[in-house]
């Protein structure tokens, strides 16, 4: 089965700063898509970015941008400049293209911006 | 205003208490989803719905059923209720898979004793 591990259970950053948070998974098939999810302390899920394997540019929406490493299995997100609304729990998550339409979620990361 | 709807927002209940957590959304979506969030655990699907009368198992099922007679609806019920049930729960919908944006509701925070 598929996993996804997010190794870094919490950070801290300052303010405008930039801060990149990590996550691998473990697939065996080559078409299947990555997702960026974010939880504020108001526990409203919301969705960040999305990748589909099959593209080799990386996604980017705003301020934040993913380094997607297919070989690797790795997909990490990098959030430029960032803001005191940008505290929340992130979490990554998989899912296979045209296969069951079941999801896997990471464990999150806890990230928190200093003023 | 387009919204997937949870309620009730908060429940507590004792053991064995038969208990239904309803949601529902108004953007037509074809595939909904329940997930519970537990600490250090992240997220885990519990069941999903590709559309009406298609309902599939997750990844941690036991314990809770669905159904999905309306595309709106789609119901979480938990018929004997244990403490290890205790958690924040989420429905979910998007338009046709998981491959598609998913737009949750605001949570379910359930107490068992």
């Known amino acids: 089965a598929q996993t996804v591990t997010q190794s870094q259970p919490e950070m801290s950053v300052q303010e405008a700063e930039t801060v990149t948070l990590s996550c691998t998974y473990d697939t065996s098939e080559s078409n299947y898509y990555l997702f960026w999810y974010k939880q504020p302390p108001s526990r409203q899920m919301i969705l960040v970015i999305r990748?589909?394997?099959?593209?080799?540019q990386n996604a980017t929406e705003n301020r934040f941008s993913v380094n997607f490493q297919k070989a690797a299995k790795s997909f990490s997100l990098k959030i430029s400049d960032s803001q005191l609304g940008d505290t929340a729990m992130y979490f990554c998550?998989?899912?296979?293209?045209?296969?069951?339409?079941?999801?896997?979620f990471g464990k999150g990361t806890r990230l928190h911006i200093l003023p | 205003e387009a919204q997937v709807t949870q309620n009730p927002r908060y429940l507590i209940t004792v053991t064995g208490k038969k208990l239904t957590v309803t949601c529902s959304q108004n953007?037509?979506?074809?595939?909904m989803s329940w997930y519970r969030q537990d600490p250090g655990l992240g997220l885990r699907q519990i069941y999903y719905s590709m559309n009406v009368e298609a309902t599939d198992k997750g990844d941690v099922p036991e314990g809770y059923k669905v159904s999905r007679k309306e595309k709106r609806n789609f119901p979480l019920i938990l018929e004997s209720p244990s403490p290890n049930q205790t958690s924040l729960y989420f429905c979910?919908?998007?338009?046709?898979?998981?491959?598609?944006?998913?737009?949750f509701g605001p949570g379910t925070r359930l107490t068992v004793l």
């Open positions: 998550a998989f899912t296979y293209m045209n296969r069951d339409d079941k999801i896997i």
């Open positions: 979910a919908s998007s338009l046709y898979g998981t491959y598609n944006e998913q737009f």
């Open positions: 990748q589909e394997a099959y593209k080799q």
């Open positions: 953007m037509n979506h074809e595939y």
